[in-house]
Each structure stands twice: as structure tokens, then as C-alpha cells.
């Protein structure tokens, strides 16, 4: 329910408060006094799009704000996927900035006009002359009948059958077209395949044949050099082991004469230790080099063709070949195992098709069996304002899946007797439409779940008993809803519980559209202007007591 509006700097609007209550509220003021502007400020609440030029003031911000009370709506579900705090009392802003920037708010929170559109859904049911072509549309028309015939869980079981076949669908899609991709590259790709495992790759060998190619394109000059430093430390004679020895033997002699050369004679016992084991290691080496042509052809034969597969792949290791190689051999098993996939997933995706078709068929049911009841009550609430021979059909065809169902639903409508019933655009004028619409926002009210429902001018067009019936209508529908109707008709606006006037202030260098809440004196009056024009006589101040029950 809306608590208070507050409008700022927005059209003719300086400043503006109203805070309607929670039944029947009217609005009622001259032609272009600000009616509709006021309609445009709740749009900026409910998501619409915002314009500079509606500012009073191009160099001052607009605010429009609503407070709407929301306890019993069973919101806290949006509020919590949105991330935004939740109070009963929920506050909504927008502001529009002279630079052309528009935000918005709930309770103090920015959020994207798509959150504010949402939110306002479940806040406010405004009609405007739109509905004429809103009401015209196969989508709308099918949500009626949706709503009318509690077609909930039928609808949900549909959806989570259409939206889990349209997920197998897209896997076989994919499947198919990665299936095509793969058999035109099937060849190629089985030739990279048997090139790289024809080598036998294994991981670390490429640094290792690199290092045996070193050792054996200097094979004989490595040994030479090794005998030559073997030669030099081994030598019976004049070999620097056999010299360091005999000076070891004299360091060891001064040791026994002096202790503190002790540490002399261990380190240098240490190093001799470690010449000798060089001396022994050089050996081993020596002993496992050979001079061996065809192997050193056999190792770069292999990294060479280790290389060009690195050039040709764009790679720079063994084990980037090696990962490549695992890739085209996982490709080779799909492409071996994948008519199996492709025909399992086809069948999933049909099997799962038939289970839309009957889900389907179900919610179709279920909504046909809801046309002659709502056709019967909708012509009945129209015969009550004023179109006796009204008479409404509904048309029902069968179409392929879609994420609403598998209906097109067609409201047909004829005013008049021996008329065959037409697509509404063809046959329906302005004040038909208005009670058509009106007949239908009073069938949905409770069963749509509009907490508050804006009338704008839903009476053009009638009159007398008509506008009466209308307005009583009305209040049965603020018995569990707030309404706001802009009505220009005094029968009408004498049945609000509260009732506002808009009215233009000429008062200043500027023209500017304010609202006040009328008391019971002035409401008379007001009453009394709209029977009699602006100077009313006491019979049209009397005719506005009785009205007013007064």
C-alpha cells in the first residue's frame, strides 16, 4: 500500500505531498492542472524512464519518493536475491539529476531500473490508455487466463520440463556441431597423433639426449683431457697425489711435534681425500665415454625430430608435446565413442521432449477449462456497465513449445448484438475499452495480487448509472485493495474516502500544479463545480451533498 508520495521538482510540480489511505482515494482537477504529471512521477517509481526536460528547475534535482508499507506481500524472497534490506515499510527514490543522470534507490540502497520494474510489479497496478494496447496483446491475454484459472503448479511443472529439455537439446546441439568439427579434422588430427607417439615421448629426456649429444661430439677430446689430468695425479713418480701424500707424511711428523699443527695436517688430509676421490670419479667417467659415431647420429636424429615437432606445434618442451599428444589421443577416444554420445543424447532430448508435450497438454487443460467461466463472468460485469449485448469468446490454438506453453490465446469481443465477436483492436472504441478493461481489473484484482490499483480516468466514456455502478465496483475492490482513480465525473468522485484536488497556482511569475486533500466543505464544492462548472448554483450544491450523502 502506498503510505506517501513526495514529488519535487518534477513538470509543473514544485512540491507536492499526498498520503492517500489505504481504501478508496480520488483525484480530481482541471484539465492540464497536473493529474497525469503525477502519474508520470509513480512511473519513475515503478521503473520508468526519466527525461530532463521534466524538470521545474533544469538546475536542481528531481525527487520523486514513495513509501509503500509491504508486510503482508511476501516480498522478503526478492529482497534477500537482491541483497537489500528489508523493512515493512519499504522507501523508494528517484532522482534525476540536471546533468541527465538518473538513480535509483530502495531504502537507500542504488539498484538497476530492472530491480525497481520487478519490485514495482508486485506494488502497484497503474492503468493508463496504454492498457488499450497492452490489453490487445496474445502475452497479456494468456497471463489472464493464467491467473484466472491458478494455473501455478501446472505452469511451473511445464517450465522446469521445457527448460530441462532445452538444456539436452543444446548439449546434442553442441555435441553435433563439435561432431562436425572433429570428423573433418579427424584425419589430421590422427596423423599429428601417430607422429608424436611413434617417438615414445617421455617426460625430462630432451635435456638429457641434449647433454649425451654434448658429451659425445667431444668424446675424444673430454678423454684426452681426462687422461692428461689423471696422468698429472697419478703419476708414480712426479704425480701430484704422490707428492701431496709425501706432504702429508711431513705434516703429520709436525703434528707429533707441535699439536697446534694438528689442524693443518686434518684439513689438509681433507683436501688430499677429495683429490683422490676426483682422481677415482674422473676415472668412471672415463670409463663410460666412448667414442661412438652411430650412437651420436642416433641422438640427434631424435632431437631433431624432437625440435621440429617443438617448431611445428609452436611448443617449447617435451612435455607441452607430450600434453598435446594426450589431447589428439582424448579426441581420437571421442571421436571413436561419438555416434554412442550423439544417439544418447538425442534420445534424452526426445524423451524429454514428450515430457513438455504432456506437461503441456496438462497446463492447456487446465486454462481452456477457465475460458467459459471467465468469458460468462467478464460478460456479466459488462452487462452491469451498461453493454448488454456484450458478449466475449475466447479462442484457444495450439502452437509449438514456447516458455509460457504450447496456447495462443485470443480474447474476442463484440459490443454489440447479432455482431460477431473480433480481436479487440478491430471492434472495441475508447469507453469500451475502458470498461473492458475495468471489468477485467476488477475479475483480477485479488486473484493477480495488486495490493494498490491506479484508475486513470477508466470512466471516460460513460455516465449516469453506468458511472455509478463503476464506482461501486470500486469499492468492493478497496474492501482488500488500495485504489486511486482520477476521475472526472462528480458521481464517481464523491464515493472516495479521500479525495484530492489538483489544481494550477498562477500565484507567481510561474505556473505551478499543486494537490491539497479536500475537506468535507470544500469537497462539496468541488463536487458541486464538476455538476455545475465554476460558479455552482445552490440545486448543484445540494445535487453534490446527496452525492456525497450529505
Do not use: W
Not at 683422490?276 to 676415472?283: R, T, V, W
Amino acid at each position: 500500500m502506498l503510505k506517501s508520495l513526495s514529488i519535487n521538482n518534477y513538470a509543473l510540480i514544485q512540491s507536492l505531498e499526498m498520503k492517500p489511505c489505504s481504501s478508496l482515494n480520488m483525484i480530481t482537477g482541471e484539465t492540464g492542472a497536473g493529474k497525469s504529471i503525477m502519474l508520470g512521477a509513480v512511473g519513475l517509481l515503478l521503473g520508468n524512464r526519466a527525461d530532463t526536460k521534466a524538470l521545474f528547475d533544469e538546475e536542481k534535482k528531481c525527487i520523486v519518493e514513495g513509501e509503500f508499507n509491504i508486510k503482508s506481500y511476501g516480498l522478503q524472497q526478492f529482497f534477500e536475491a537482491e541483497d537489500l534490506d528489508y523493512e515493512e515499510n519499504c522507501i523508494i527514490r528517484r532522482e534525476i539529476s540536471p546533468n541527465g543522470k538518473s538513480r535509483a534507490f530502495i531504502n537507500d540502497t542504488p539498484v538497476r531500473l530492472e530491480n525497481l520494474k520487478e519490485l514495482g510489479k508486485a506494488l502497484m497496478d497503474v492503468h493508463s490508455q496504454h492498457d488499450s494496447l497492452q490489453l490487445g496483446d496474445g502475452g497479456y491475454q494468456l497471463n489472464l487466463i493464467d491467473a484466472y484459472a491458478g494455473t501455478q503448479v501446472e505452469l511451473a511443472q511445464y517450465r522446469q520440463a521445457f527448460k530441462s529439455h532445452q538444456q539436452a537439446k543444446k548439449a546434442y546441439e553442441k555435441l553435433l556441431l563439435e561432431a562436425q568439427d572433429l570428423k573433418k579434422e579427424a584425419d589430421f588430427n590422427q596423423f599429428q597423433l601417430e607422429e608424436l607417439s611413434s617417438l615414445g615421448l617421455q617426460a625430462g629426456e630432451q635435456e638429457d639426449l641434449e647433454s649425451e649429444q654434448e658429451i659425445l661430439e667431444n668424446a675424444e677430446e673430454i678423454k684426452s683431457k681426462i687422461h692428461e689430468i689423471l696422468h698429472q695425479l697419478q703419476d708414480d713418480q712426479f704425480g701430484g697425489i704422490n707428492i701431496l701424500s709425501q706432504a702429508n707424511s711431513a705434516l703429520q711428523q709436525l703434528g707429533r711435534l707441535a699439536q697446534k699443527f694438528d689442524t693443518y695436517r686434518e684439513r689438509f688430509q681433507t683436501a688430499l681425500i677429495e683429490l683422490k676421490d676426483i682422481a677415482e670419479g674422473l676415472e668412471d667417467e672415463d670409463s663410460k665415454i666412448e667414442v661412438d659415431f652411430e650412437k651420436l647420429e642416433t641422438t640427434r636424429e631424435r632431437l631433431s625430430k624432437i625440435y621440429q615437432l617443438q617448431q611445428k606445434h609452436a611448443l617449447d618442451s617435451v612435455e607441452a608435446l607430450m600434453e598435446l599428444e594426450k589431447t589428439l589421443a582424448d579426441k581420437a577416444f571421442q571421436l571413436d565413442h561419438l555416434d554412442e554420445e550423439l544417439e544418447r543424447l538425442r534420445t534424452t532430448s526426445a524423451q524429454l521432449y514428450q515430457e513438455v508435450l504432456a506437461a503441456g497438454k496438462v497446463l492447456s487443460a487446465k486454462r481452456q477449462s477457465a475460458f467459459d467461466p471467465f468469458a460468462k463472468e467478464l460478460s456479466g460485469l459488462l452487462q452491469q456497465l451498461g453493454m448488454e449485448n456484450a458478449s466475449i469468446v475466447l479462442s484457444q490454438l495450439s502452437s509449438t513449445p514456447t516458455p509460457s506453453g504450447m496456447d495462443q490465446v485470443d480474447l474476442l469481443f463484440s459490443a454489440n448484438k447479432g455482431v460477431k465477436p473480433q480481436a479487440l483492436k478491430q471492434v472495441a472504441s475508447g469507453g469500451e475499452f475502458s470498461r473492458l478493461i475495468f471489468a477485467i481489473k476488477y475479475i483480477m484484482a485479488d486473484k493477480m495480487a495488486l495490493p494498490t490499483l491506479i484508475f486513470d480516468e477508466i470512466d471516460t466514456g460513460v455516465s449516469g448509472e453506468v458511472a455509478l455502478q463503476m464506482v461501486r465496483m470500486m469499492q468492493e475492490i478497496s474492501q482488500n485493495h488500495q485504489v486511486i482513480c482520477i476521475s472526472h465525473l462528480p458521481q464517481v468522485a464523491a464515493k472516495g474516502e479521500q479525495h484530492y484536488f489538483v489544481y494550477k497556482d498562477n500565484s507567481t511569475a510561474r505556473t505551478i500544479s499543486k494537490v491539497k486533500l479536500l475537506t468535507a466543505e470544500e469537497r462539496i464544492q468541488e463536487i458541486a463545480k464538476m455538476i455545475a462548472g465554476a460558479n455552482p448554483s445552490n440545486s448543484a450544491i445540494e445535487s453534490a451533498k446527496d452525492l456525497l450523502k450529505i
